[in-house]
């Protein structure tokens, strides 16, 4: 850690490298570097702690109802509003927002990609996002995109905010640092992060991957907040716990040097000079904050007679869209565990779907795919799109005993909409697109010839 860099110290939680962070899923927090740099009683004070500004980011509108009213308080250097005039515009053309439709010439169909290259030239968190699908609608503030990020440089005094969206973030290869106004978080394959729309923060690699580099998905969500799904039924306690999503200690930069900061605002790209961080908050208190989530804490919950149940059981985090159960998107994991159900076919059904499925994988093999879907690989079964296993997982699966497996060493995930997910041109036209997709399923054959106990071959 540099030395210009001041960490508050609180409750040290075990396991957490040098820094700290805060237990909780949507707690009131308060952290700050200096003794009494917070108000109490109040918010704004006529003079607040160290001469420093108070400021207000609301995450919600003023008057949205309590369970989902999300602001914190700032206390910081200078006020956010304090930089170099007017912003202008800025070109990161791999970058798409919805809508962004017909950019592509490629047909209708399941698809699969290789994971994407790593960059030959330097290139930092921002300018490595590449789109690979936008849904719905950025500017009604509904929908989604999903985008790989593929980086090998650290932004310095490069600093970002997303006024469009909320960023969730899931390494696969290397670890990254985000730092934002309200702390430092380290963010490795088989943990994700949230970063809240508006927040300011910027990326560096803290342990990059064999190649050099850091890659990894993002959801850049439109809609409303992700939150905890519903336990239903299960009660209380599994799936996501709200402890362990972790929300970082405050942390500024004391930096007095020319910056720039970045802005992603209706689907375009703006950039202002800075002559300071405007990573200044010395302390803040509030409920609209990044968090980091370890997805090794996930406890899934699942058949333990029979049947494949439908794979919302694994949602880590949801959505909503306002209509009941149909999320705008629902962050789905598979992570490992124990396969007991008797007389199933284990792996996922055969099937069709409203709702629109990218997928990616972190690490290990996934129970549908046999070959193919590959670390760091995505594939995208959009709405009404049939899919299900390869053939060879077919036949496997079908005739395996039904003994207790365990499922090791994996861990896949699911961005999951409502809304028809559009490709992007870069994503039509990656090399690493699969053209032989279909192949997979070519080999399962017809099957009406069998006995009423199902064909024996
Ligand atoms: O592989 C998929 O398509 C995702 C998925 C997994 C599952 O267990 C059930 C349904 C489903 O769509
Ligand atoms: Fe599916």
Redesign the pocket.
């Known amino acids: 850690m540099s030395d210009h860099i001041v960490l508050a110290k609180k409750n040290p939680a075990p396991n957490t490298g040098d820094l700290q962070y805060m237990p909780g899923f949507g707690n009131d927090f308060e952290t700050e570097c200096l003794p009494g740099v917070l108000p109490q009683g109040r918010n704004s004070p006529q003079k607040c702690a160290y001469g420093l500004y108070a400021e207000q980011l609301s995450g919600s509108p003023f008057t949205a109802p309590r369970g989902t009213n999300e602001r914190s308080w700032l206390y910081r250097i200078r006020p956010s509003v304090r930089h170099n005039g007017r912003f202008e515009t800025l070109d990161l053309p791999h970058w798409k927002t919805a809508p962004c439709l017909n950019d592509h010439t490629l047909a209708l169909g399941q698809l699969r990609w290789d994971p994407v290259d790593m960059p030959t030239t330097p290139t930092d968190f921002i300018a490595g996002m590449r789109t690979i699908t936008t849904a719905g609608d950025a500017l009604g503030q509904s929908g989604m995109a999903t985008h790989v990020y593929v980086c090998n440089a650290d932004m310095v005094d490069d600093y970002f905010f997303n006024a469009d969206a909320e960023l969730l973030v899931v390494p696969q290869i290397g670890t990254l640092r985000i730092f934002t106004e309200l702390g430092i978080m380290d963010v490795a394959p088989l943990e994700v992060a949230l970063i809240p729309r508006g927040m300011m923060f910027k990326v560096s690699i803290l342990d990059a991957g064999a190649d050099g580099g850091a890659r990894g998905y993002v959801c850049e969500n439109y809609g409303a907040k992700f939150t905890l799904p519903e336990r239903g039924p299960i009660g209380a306690n599994c799936l996501a716990n709200p402890r362990d999503f972790k929300t970082p200690v405050a942390a500024y930069e004391d930096k007095e040097t020319p910056c720039r900061v970045l802005v992603k605002w209706c689907g375009q790209f703006h950039v202002t000079d800075i002559g300071h961080s405007p990573l200044d908050v010395v302390g803040w208190h509030g409920n609209y904050t990044p968090f980091k989530y370890d997805l090794r804490t996930f406890s899934p919950v699942g058949a333990i007679l029979f049947d ?1 149940p ?2 919302s059981i694994f949602t880590v985090l949801t959505a909503p869209s306002g209509e009941a159960g149909t999320a705008n998107i629902d962050f789905v994991i ?1 992570p490992p565990r124990w396969m007991v159900a008797e007389n199933t076919f284990r ?3 055969y ?1 069709r ?1 409203i709702m629109s ?1 990218f ?1 990616g994988l972190i690490e290990g093999q ?1 129970d ?1 795919k046999e070959q193919g879907f590959v670390p760091g690989g995505m594939s995208l ?1 959009n709405m009404m799109l049939a ?2 296993p390869d053939a060879e997982g077919f036949t496997k699966a079908s005739e395996m005993e039904l003994k207790p497996v365990k499922q090791e060493g994996t861990m896949a995930f ?1 961005f999951e909409t409502r809304f028809p997910q559009q490709l992007t041109r870069f994503a039509a036209e990656l090399p690493g697109l699969q053209n032989d997709y279909q192949e997979c399923w070519q080999g399962l054959e017809r099957r009406f010839d069998g006995t009423p106990e199902g064909r024996q071959d």
């Open positions: 494949h439908d794979p598979f792996p996922p059904w099937h779907n499925e997928m996934y549908a079964h899919h299900g699911m």
